[in-house]
């Protein structure tokens, strides 16, 4: 029976191979599509331009913070009141941080692009941020402030991988050329240190701060689907209207049972709802097409 | 099970999934399948039958993340870059060359098979660095490397020594996340990349691609190192460590006049004879092993007529049990012995045994320790328990001995990632003559074992030899070396006076119509 399922499934997948390689002619138009939405454009006035607001919410216990042994790095160690934890789950007054939200489904054309890159800071041996959200041909710059031995190495599914060395205070700077929510990040000298990068080919994501909340701005008026992610608590989906010149709010709403059965992807795109229904769920995701044109 | 299909769906979706239509029909496809499989899988994936007996896993080809390039990190590598892995193989792990097999055709069509596995040779161009040329080593040169090992700060996982036995070694984790170790510097000759000074050094560059070891090429270009403290490096990193040893089958156990030592780190060591024992895993018994911890041993002997020394030295990560390293432990007990439970991890000590056949043995016994029939004389360490003479029946089957022979001696030391143990026993078991372990003058057949506790190894499971020799050998006499002269003066002495008498006959006027 198990045999079965997974032939099934492995014919299922070496067709949906076949398919994509017999229609390839797509790429070009995904690639002049990430043009628009690349890192160098300027910000496009969007008309009537609204913005999506919201925050997770977070019932019952939220786990014990992991403690982190820093003894090996005095240094680092001391750059923490107490002693330092994981920053896996992170709950203040009910509201969950370190979500990576983003639109999912509805984005049409370009929109405003961030100017300059995405931080990420070695600090104290630990990631700042912790999650952090980029657009696809946005730099990442990786800021050693230990003054240590750090390495960076991202292993993410649909982009190239990298490994560098920070041996001292510097600094590196990477891309990211192919969606994907999320691509873990860690330190092999320092086993405790990781974090997640969100790689998306528009401007609309956030991640939730200390109090839960997060903002998207300059949403042209529509209706969107927006995701959730959480390293722990997996995702999650709604619909949204944004009005012209509005404000739509969403609230999201984790539980700490959620834990027990959370399916938290890598690797872009899947289909929240139907990962546990279908193998083939993430076919019928747009953002497949759009990522099908490859690194480039 | 859903989530994996359904990532695995998405993967392909997403370019990197094999090219079945390219795969069918290719030159490479034959010779693949045929030789390649088995480890790496028809699929590529790396999880082929044998696979499951590996540490570190093979190579998963649809990820098209190779450790050894020329190129950036992250990028996909040459087609002369996998020719050269196929050529030469890895040193270190089960990967074997290939060049003296296969045709160069065949390797040729290998090269261009693999890359179908992965969609990035077809939307990806290789990152090639530029290395420039080796300059010649000089005192500075590795000095500027001695000093560069520590600011990039490779003892971190190399350990000082270079033995692999950093304080971040316990946690390394591969791509998909088996443990995996820092190389250990003082054996070269299984860097898997290669063991020359230009090879060290474009690792440096590159990185090991699905390892811990990151590239070094953003520091270089930031200035915080130059391209010479670099070279310098790299001559250092391979200074740490000499060429492979020569194995030689008998070990020659000289023989002092002064007393033996009575520790491993007594500097009497220090100008003994090394000899260097190839350990393998213990694969014939079961349970078997196939990830073993130590490489080899290196074994010095000294005698002084009534007693036997022998120091082995060996570099193990970890004085075991080490609480840094029962993450490791575990990992490993459940990737190599699934079902094991923890009993087979036993007490997580390190451990060495040497055995020889008894002083009444006709023949050489079976080389695991001996058998029911033939048993051996086995000295065992255990680096909680100390040394004890046992007599062993097979692999884990250890008699003790009547105390009056239990007259093994053992001393050990733990410095940064190496072992070293004596061991010392008289030659003579109890007070009879006739009764010698190790009788002078001949070579008594000698096998070892050795166990790292944190490796998950115990009973069966560790890294073994074959037999080797241990020979008592004694100060040649002056006469040795005198009596070859004295023979030499003798013979030219004589021969002199051979043509004396013969010139004298030629010039007497009798002698000479005779001689006409």
């Known amino acids: 029976m198990l045999n079965l399922t997974r032939n099934t499934r492995t014919l299922a997948v070496l067709f949906t191979c076949t398919a994509l390689a017999a229609c390839g002619g797509g790429d070009e138009a995904a690639d002049a599509g990430a043009d628009d939405t690349g890192a160098d454009a300027q910000p496009q006035v969007v008309a009537d331009a609204g913005s999506i607001t919201g925050s997770i919410d977070f019932t019952g216990t939220p786990p014990t913070p992991e403690p982190i042994d820093m003894s090996a790095e005095p240094d680092c160690a001391a750059k923490h009141d107490g002693t330092p934890t994981q920053r896996a789950v992170v709950v203040n007054n009910g509201k ?60 993410p599914a649909n982009n190239r991988p990298f490994n560098i060395s920070q041996p001292t205070t510097m600094t590196s700077r990477q891309t990211f050329n192919s969606p994907e929510v999320m691509i873990p990040v860690v330190c092999d000298v320092h086993g405790w240190m990781n974090m997640y990068i969100g790689v998306v080919d528009h401007p609309y994501f956030d991640t939730s701060g200390q109090d839960g909340s997060f903002t998207i701005a300059n949403v042209a008026p529509g209706t969107y689907t927006v995701e959730t992610w959480h390293e722990v608590y997996g995702v999650q ?9 509005g404000t739509a709010e969403l609230t999201f709403a984790y539980d700490a049972g959620m834990a027990a059965t959370a399916v938290v992807p890598l690797g872009d795109p899947i289909d929240p709802h139907g990962v546990h229904a279908s193998p083939g769920a993430g076919v019928s995701h747009p953002a ?8 480039r | 099970m859903g989530r994996v299909a359904g990532m695995a769906t998405v993967a392909c979706l997403l370019g990197v999934g094999p090219l079945v239509a390219q795969q069918e029909g290719h030159p490479g496809k034959p010779v693949y399948d045929r030789w390649c499989a088995g480890c790496h899988g028809v699929d590529g994936q790396g ?74 040779f077809e939307t990806d161009e290789p990152r090639v660095l530029e290395f420039g040329g080796a300059p010649g080593v000089s005192d500075e040169l590795l000095e500027a490397g001695r000093e560069a ?97 020569r194995v030689r089958e008998v070990v020659a156990a000289a023989r002092v006049e002064d007393v033996l030592p009575t520790a491993a780190d007594d500097a009497a060591w220090e100008d003994a004879e090394r000899f260097w024992i190839p350990l393998a895993g213990q694969i014939i018994e079961e349970p078997r092993w196939f990830a073993p911890a130590v490489t080899g041993v290196w074994v010095q002997a000294l005698h002084d007529g009534r007693e036997l020394a022998l120091r082995v030295s060996w570099n193990d990560r970890s004085e075991s049990p080490d609480p840094e390293w029962a993450g490791w432990r575990d990992q490993v007990n459940a990737i190599m012995a699934p079902g094991a439970g923890e009993q087979a991890g036993g007490e997580a000590s390190d451990g060495m045994a040497v055995w020889f056949p008894p002083p009444d043995a006709r023949d050489r016994p079976y080389f695991l320790m001996g058998s029911e029939r033939a048993p051996v004389r086995v000295w065992h360490w255990d680096s909680r328990s100390g040394a004890v003479e046992r007599l062993g029946r097979g692999l884990g089957n250890l008699e003790s001995l009547p105390a009056d022979e239990g007259a093994l001696q053992g001393q050990a030391e733990f410095d940064q990632g190496r072992w070293s143990v004596l061991l010392r026993r008289p030659l003579l078991d109890g007070d009879s003559a006739a009764a010698t372990l190790i009788p002078a003058g001949q070579p008594v057949p000698m096998a070892f074992m050795v166990w790292d506790g944190d490796n998950a190894e115990a009973g069966t499971r560790g890294a073994v030899s074959s037999w080797y020799y241990v020979q008592l050998t004694e100060p040649t006499p002056p006469t040795v070396y005198a009596l070859p002269v004295l023979a030499v003066l003798l013979t030219a002495a004589l021969g002199l006076l051979v043509v004396r008498r013969a010139q004298r006959r030629v010039r007497t006027p009798a002698a000479a119509p005779a001689a006409a």
């Not at chain 2, 950093?166 to 995996?180: E, H, L």
Request: charged fraction near 20%; hydrophobic fraction near 35%.
């Open chain 2, 149 to 245: 090992y520590q600011t990039l700060e490779c003892f971190k996982c190399h350990g000082q020594a270079g033995r692999g036995d950093g304080a971040s070694a316990p946690t390394q984790a591969d791509a998909d996340d088996f443990p995996v170790r820092p190389a250990d510097l003082t054996q070269p000759w299984l860097f898997s990349g290669g063991a020359s000074v230009e090879e060290i050094y474009r690792r440096f560059l590159t990185g090991l691609d699905g390892t811990p070891m990151p590239s070094y090429a953003d520091v270089l270009e930031a200035g915080v190192v130059t391209e010479e403290q670099l070279w310098g490096l790299a001559h250092y990193v391979r200074a740490l460590g000499g060429d492979a040893p």
């Open chain 1, 237 to 245: 989906s709604q619909q949204v209207t944004v009005e012209p010149n």
């Open chain 1, 288 to 295: 497949a097409h759009a990522t099908a044109a490859g690194s």
């Open chain 1, 96 to 155: 969950l941080a370190n979500v990576f939200v983003r639109i999912s489904q509805g984005v049409q054309g370009g929109g405003g692009a961030p100017s300059g890159s995405a931080a990420v800071d070695q600090d104290g041996c630990v990631y700042d941020p912790h999650v952090v959200g980029v657009q696809t041909g946005q730099e990442v710059e990786f800021q050693n402030s230990d003054g240590l031995l750090h390495n960076i190495k991202a292993s």
């Open chain 2, 47 to 120: 999880q082929g039958p044998a696979a499951a007996y590996m540490l570190p896993r093979p190579r998963d080809f649809t990820q098209a993340l190779y450790q050894i390039r020329t190129t950036a990190s992250g990028s996909i590598p040459t087609d002369a870059d996998i020719r050269k892995i196929i050529d030469e193989g890895m040193p270190g792990t089960a990967m074997p060359g290939w060049e003296e097999a296969l045709s160069s055709a065949e390797r040729d069509a290998l090269v261009d098979y693999l890359k179908t596995f992965s969609r990035y």
